[in-house]
């Protein structure tokens, strides 16, 4: 894993990104993660790097480690597999309505 040189809230994309010494940079979806879902845009800028390894919001009392967050780990396993079941019943409805739009079309 590349070493955090600095870590921001990008507003406009909604977006934590982490920018590495290597010049790479790691970008993840803030809201996503577990206690920061309704955290307002001031909120979200109060983050901060946590030594070489993980990220900070004091006021809002929340810690993510980076390798972690790179391996896809937004929060406890409760609230991962609650977020798996949004994002299939997300599917399944898009899923739905492209099927049915599928038929009307076939049918007309």
Do not use: C
């Not at 409760?78 to 994002?87: D, P």
């Not at 299939?88 to 079309?105: C, H, K, Q």
């Amino acid at each position: 894993m590349p070493l955090p040189k600095a870590v921001r809230y990008d507003a406009p994309s909604g977006r934590i990104v982490v920018d590495s010494v290597n010049g790479s940079s790691f970008m993840v979806p803030a809201r996503a993660l577990q206690d920061l879902e309704n955290a307002t845009d001031a909120e979200l800028a109060e983050v901060e790097l946590q030594g070489e390894t993980g990220l900070h919001w004091e006021t809002l009392d929340a810690d993510f480690t980076i390798k972690g967050l790179m391996a896809g780990i937004f929060g406890t396993a409760r609230f991962m597999q609650a977020l798996r079941e949004k994002s299939e019943a997300t599917l399944a409805v898009g899923s739905t309505s492209f099927e049915t739009a599928d038929l009307a079309r076939k049918a007309g």
